[in-house]
């Protein structure tokens, strides 16, 4: 830049100018900067706890702590007992004993510490980290946005303690009916031709928002996932649980041991429940082969109306899993000839479900009023305000298409029931339409269907 460095500059006004002009974009972008939020909500301006307060904003949706065996998520206020912030956060079961949780309290301009009560959820299923709920009853008198958490109790230099802020601190009427919570997209996910069936279907029966916490997926998903953001409708959390944990691609320690189950699929979970309390009135935890299918409604608002009636205080919903085979495939009357070249299944094709083993649990999935949820789990609410219902499976049921769950058994003990088919006039259309609008169709070479 040689403008104000040339001596006979013929204008110091414009080079005075320029410098003030600097300093407000760098005092800008340091402002910015600092209130860089992981979540997307901006934190407003002035409520930066400011300089008794010190610490770097955490940056990530998993922030490591210095005891490398526990991992800070989230911290949610939660008034619905006590005034206590609930961080959800990922920790070894054994090797974390204390955990101390740093308030900023804004209104005293002073930092309080307190000791956090470290609750384990029961659902681990033998890995050695599981889903915590650290547990830090807010001072009375204190008025904080922001915490921070610590292993020791920190009467040390705090410059290099991780800052949340702290959501949900104001309840809201959910501006939303219908949230579908998908946790954690990993292994380069393909299953394109799916994925965009199941979304279609969401949205025909009623969603509004899906929350996907994504790992990682193929550069073909990213395409569809980009036209569902552009719309509105997705919005994604990125999940990068593996760059801190050995993570299982198994739901049980034993299948092939590591640290934390399914990518962190209950962590994930939770954190979409506490994230939409105040944001959606029911949150469905399913994934992406999965759609809760109502026999007798419409869709979920007709569903949902005709349950609240009959069952006041009710506010978790399980419907019955059933698992149409994907290694099943059947004719069809209809002509699916332009989706195959996208990769993943054609959901159409595969009408042969599993009985009821009436022996077996049942893999529920659920449809939950996040106010009344404390803690879930994958199937079933593990703590809870009110009651829980299991939904009869002639009202609606999970419609689950994956790989068979008794693999053994053989195909004729199966049972034809095209279900699905009945969507056939109205999802066709719309998924040809987002395979071209989403340039997975249309412009340029058909992408290759991949095998497997
Ligand atoms: C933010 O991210 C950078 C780079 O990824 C990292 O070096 C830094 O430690 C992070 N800050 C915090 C508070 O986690
Ligand atoms: C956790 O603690 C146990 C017993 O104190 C120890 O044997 C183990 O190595 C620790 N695990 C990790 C991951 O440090
Ligand atoms: C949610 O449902 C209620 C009635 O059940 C309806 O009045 C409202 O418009 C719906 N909100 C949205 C965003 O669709
Ligand atoms: C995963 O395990 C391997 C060895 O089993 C270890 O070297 C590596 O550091 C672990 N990675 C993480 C992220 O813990
Ligand atoms: C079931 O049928 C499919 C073909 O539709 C076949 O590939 C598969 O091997 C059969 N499985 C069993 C257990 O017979
Ligand atoms: C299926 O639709 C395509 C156009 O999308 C058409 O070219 C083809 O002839 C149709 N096939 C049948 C069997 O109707
Ligand atoms: C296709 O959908 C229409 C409208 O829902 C339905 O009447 C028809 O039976 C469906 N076709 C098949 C073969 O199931």
């Known amino acids: 830049m040689s403008i104000c460095g040339r001596k006979n500059s013929s204008s110091p006004r414009i080079c005075g100018f320029l410098f003030i002009f600097t300093l407000f974009l760098v005092s800008y972008y340091w402002k910015r900067s600092q209130s860089w939020d992981p979540l997307n909500e901006n934190v407003e301006e002035g409520k930066w706890p400011g300089s008794f307060c010190k610490g770097r904003l955490a940056n990530g949706t998993i922030t490591p702590l210095q005891d490398k065996h526990s991992f800070i998520i989230t911290p949610y206020s939660d008034k619905r007992q006590e005034n206590l912030i609930r961080v959800l956060s990922i920790i070894h079961h054994q090797n974390v004993s204390n955990l101390y949780c740093i308030f900023c309290c804004e209104n005293s301009q002073m930092i ?17 980290y599981g889903t915590t709920d650290l547990l830090c009853l807010q001072p009375e008198d ?28 104001y309840p809201e ?3 939303v009916n219908f949230t579908i919570c998908m946790s954690t997209m990993f292994g380069k996910y393909d299953n394109v ?28 998903m990213d395409k569809v996932l980009n036209y569902y953001i552009s719309q509105g409708i997705v919005e994604i959390i990125p999940w990068p649980i593996d760059s801190y944990l050995n993570v299982s691609t198994r739901w049980h320690y034993s299948m092939e041991g590591k640290d934390l189950g399914y990518y962190g699929q209950i962590a994930a979970l939770n954190d979409c429940v506490y994230y939409n309390m105040f944001k959606s009135k029911y949150v469905l935890l399913i994934d992406p082969d999965e759609v809760i299918l109502p026999l007798k409604d419409a869709d979920w608002k007709s ?17 019955e899993n059933q698992v149409f085979h994907r290694t099943v495939f059947s004719e069809t009357p209809f002509n699916f000839s332009s989706w195959t070249t996208v ?6 094709e595969h009408i042969h479900k599993e009985p009821k083993d009436v022996h077996s649990f049942n893999n529920m999935k659920m449809i939950v009023d ?19 219902l299991e939904v009869p499976s002639d009202l609606a049921f999970n419609f689950h298409c994956r790989i068979g769950k008794h693999m053994n058994s053989p195909n004729s003990t199966l049972i034809r029931d095209p279900v699905f088919w009945r969507y056939n006039k109205t999802l066709i259309p719309r998924v040809n339409d987002v395979l071209f609008k989403s340039g997975i169709l249309g412009a340029g070479d058909p992408p290759q269907k991949q095998k497997g």
């Open 193 to 220: 031709l799916q994925f965009v069936q199941s979304m279609e279907l969401y949205r025909l029966l009623g969603v509004q928002r899906v929350m996907i916490y994504k790992n990682s997926c193929s550069p073909l």
């Open 142 to 169: 204190c008025e904080a946005h922001f915490i921070s958490v610590h292993p020791e109790n920190p009467n040390l230099e705090l410059t290099h303690l991780p800052l949340f802020p702290i959501r949900n601190l």
């Open 343 to 348: 990769p993943g299944f054609n959901v159409f």
């Open 173 to 175: 009427k959910p501006s």
């Open 370 to 388: 996040p106010t009344k949820v404390i803690q879930t789990s994958v199937h079933s609410v593990l703590k809870m305000y009110g009651g829980s």
């Open 112 to 128: 309080e510490v307190v000791q956090g009560e470290i609750d384990v959820h029961k659902d681990r299923f033998g890995f050695p």
């Open 303 to 319: 569903l949902m109306e005709r349950l609240e009636k009959e069952h006041p205080g009710v506010g978790i919903f399980l419907f």
